[in-house]
C-alpha cells in the first residue's frame, strides 16, 4: 500500500507528496510511493528504473504525448513539512515542482482513456549534475521511452505555456601580458588594463530579440567571472574573463560559438561548456492543440530546461506547470492553490476533448 | 677562530660568505660566523641581536654614518656553492647581497681610523615579511644603535648611487551590481561589466614624472589583481580590482591615498596597504660628500627598500652596493668583481679623505 492516495482531491495529494522529503539522491522513498501508488492502475504499464518511475498507455492511439516531472527537490531550508495557508500551499517542493507532479497522478489515475496515449515520467536528480539526471539515464538505457510527438514538462511557469527554451555557452575571454615589477611598471604589459577593452564591448553589446514562432525571445551577453593577478607587487600576465551567452534557439551552438568568438576578435577565446536551446516547434498537431487547450499567451523560455532535451531528439516540448519559476529554490517556495486547479483542468481538456 | 678571513683578498672572502648559506630564518651561522670574525678587532664595539651584528666606533667623530647590510637569502635554487668564473662570482647571494657585505667587512676590518665614526649592521631577514626584518627589531630593542648622519645600505645597485625611494599603497577599488539569473540578466547589474570604467581610467592614466633633488622618479598606477564573479550562471553583484600605487617621494602616504581616492571617484575604494617613500636627502654633508666621492651619477629608486626605514627616522639614506640589480632573486645571480672593488675603494676614499 503506499501512502499516497490518488482518490483523494490534488492538494491533499500534493500535501503528501511535499511531506515525502526527497532532495536529490534521497528520491528511493518518494519513488517506492509513486510506483506502489500507479501500479494498480489497469490502464497504464509502469515499469522502474533507478528511482525513476514510467507509467504509459497503450491504447493504439495515433499521437503520444510524454507528461514529466522531477521527483528531487533542492535541499532542505527549514521548509517542512508542508503548510497549508489560505489558497497557499508552503513548504520544499510546492513550487518546484511537486505541485506539477500531483497533477500528473491525478491525470494519470483519473483520465483513463486519454485521445493521445500518454507517458508519464517521474524522474531522479533534475537538481544537480546532469550526469545523475533521470530523464539522462533513460535517454541512455531506454530511449524508447522517451518516443513521442510532443511532451509538456511541469516545471513551473506560473501556469502559463513556455515554448522552447535559449542555449548557453561559456567562454573563457583571456588578456596577456608580460610580468614586471609593478615599481618599474614601464617594463612590462599589464593583462588586467588590456581586459578593459573586453570589458568596454560588453558594456556595449546590444541583445539580439528575435521572434521564433511568435516568441520574443532576449539574447545576453555576460561577464559572470573575472580572474588576474600574480601579486601585490608584481604586474599580471594573464587576465581571464569567463562570459556566459545566452542565445536564441534559432541559433546552434556552433553558430553561438562563431558569435562569441567574432565579437572578441583580437583575443583568445575558448569554449568551455555549452548546451544548445530548443525550438519552439508548436507548429506540431499535438502541440497545437495544447495551445489550444490552454488558451492565452504562449511565453519563450530564456533559462535552459530539460526541453532542450526533448528538442534533441527532435520532440517539441514545452514547461507548463502551476509553480511560479521565480519562487523556485527559495526559502518561502509556494504554490497557489488555483493555479493547480487551472493547470489540472487544462490537461484533461486537451486529454479528454473529442478528436 | 671564525670560517671568515678578514685578512684574506675581499673576492675570497665573498667566496666564504656565499657559502654558508643563510636563506632567511637560517642565519645563526653566518650570523656567529660574521661576530667571531669582527670582535678580534679592537677598534669596533661589537654587539649581537638575534642574529643581527653590530659594529661601531667610538672616535668621538662631528659625524657618524651607518653602512648596513642583510646576511639572509632568497631560497635555494641549485646555486650554491659560489663558482668562479672569469670575471664573475656565481651563486645565490653573490649579487643580493653578499658582494656588499664582503665590501662592509673589508672595510671594517683595514679603515681602523676613519674620519667619520662608522656603525656597521650586518642583519637578518630582509628577504621576508616585515615582522622579522633585523633593521626593523633593532629600531624596536636598540634604536640608539641605528642614529647617525647618514646611511649607506649595500643592496644591489650596479655601484651606481640610488638615493630616496618611492613609496606603496595598494587600494581595493569595488563596484557593486544586483545578482540575475544570467538567462534574465536584464533584470540585474553586471558589476564586472562597471569594472570596465576603471579599466579606462587605468588605461588613460599618464605616469607623473617630477624631479626631486636632481632625480627623476616615475610613478606607477597599476592593476595587480581581480575578482568577481558567483556561479556560470549568475550575474555578479560584486568586483574589486586592487590597484598598486607607486608614488615618488615628494608625496605622503596621506596625499597618495587621497590621489588614488580621487583618481577613482565614484567608486569604492579601501586603502588596504601602504608605505611611505624617502627622499633622497642629499644636500646633507655627509651625503654630499659621499656623493662627490663615488662621483657619477645618482639614480632614484623605484621600489621600496629599507633606506625609507633610515628615512623615517630623519637620516638620510642611499643604496649602494656592487650587484646588479636585475639579478636579484634570480637563479642565476652574479657578480661581477670589477663592481665589488670600485665599491670598495669609493667607500674607502670617502672614509679616509683628509675632513
Known amino acids: 500500500m503506499s501512502d499516497l492516495d490518488l482518490s483523494a482531491d490534488t492538494i491533499t495529494l500534493l500535501t503528501q507528496l511535499v511531506d515525502i522529503e526527497s532532495v536529490s539522491k534521497n528520491e528511493q522513498r518518494i519513488a517506492d510511493e509513486v510506483e506502489a501508488a500507479l501500479r494498480p492502475l489497469a490502464h497504464l504499464e509502469v515499469s522502474r528504473h533507478g528511482n525513476t518511475v514510467v507509467a504509459r498507455t497503450a491504447l493504439g492511439r495515433s499521437e503520444r504525448v ?32 511537486k505541485g506539477g507532479v500531483a497533477v500528473m497522478l491525478k491525470i494519470a489515475a483519473t483520465v483513463p482513456e486519454p485521445n493521445r496515449d500518454l507517458t508519464f515520467l517521474f524522474y531522479e536528480s533534475e537538481e544537480i549534475e546532469a550526469d545523475f539526471n533521470g530523464l539522462h539515464l533513460l535517454s541512455q538505457s531506454n530511449p524508447e521511452l522517451l518516443g513521442a510527438d510532443f511532451a509538456i514538462l511541469m516545471e513551473p511557469s506560473d501556469a502559463v505555456i513556455e515554448g522552447g527554451c535559449q542555449g548557453t555557452l561559456q567562454v573563457n575571454v583571456t588578456t596577456r601580458g608580460e610580468r614586471a615589477h609593478s615599481a618599474r611598471s614601464w617594463k612590462g604589459v599589464n593583462a588586467i588594463h588590456r581586459a578593459g577593452e573586453i570589458l568596454d564591448r560588453l558594456n556595449a553589446y546590444e541583445a539580439r530579440m528575435p521572434v521564433i514562432d511568435g516568441l520574443e525571445y532576449h539574447e545576453g551577453l555576460n561577464a ?10 608584481v604586474l599580471p ?17 556552433a553558430e553561438a560559438a562563431v558569435y562569441v568568438t567574432d565579437f572578441f576578435t583580437g583575443f583568445e577565446t575558448v569554449v568551455i561548456d555549452s548546451a544548445p536551446g530548443a525550438l519552439p516547434g508548436l507548429d506540431r498537431p499535438a502541440a497545437k492543440e495544447f495551445v489550444a487547450a490552454v488558451g492565452g499567451e504562449v511565453n519563450p523560455k530564456f533559462g535552459w530546461t530539460d526541453v532542450a532535451r526533448f528538442s534533441a ?27 493547480i486547479a487551472e493547470c489540472e483542468a487544462a490537461l484533461r481538456a486537451y486529454l479528454t476533448r473529442p478528436r
Open 66 to 97: 510524454v507528461v514529466a516531472g522531477h521527483l528531487d527537490t533542492v535541499p532542505l531550508n527549514d521548509n517542512l513539512p508542508a503548510k497549508l495557508d489560505g489558497e497557499v500551499l508552503r513548504g520544499l517542493g510546492t513550487c518546484d515542482m
Open 224 to 233: 559572470v567571472n573575472i580572474t588576474g593577478g600574480v601579486a601585490g607587487n
Open 237 to 253: 600576465d594573464v587576465c581571464t574573463v569567463q562570459v556566459n551567452y545566452r542565445f536564441a534557439p534559432d541559433r546552434s551552438e
Open 313 to 339: 531528439l527532435g520532440i517539441p516540448a514545452v514547461n507548463f506547470g502551476p509553480g511560479d519559476p521565480n519562487l523556485a529554490h527559495t526559502r518561502e517556495e509556494h504554490v497557489l492553490l488555483p493555479r
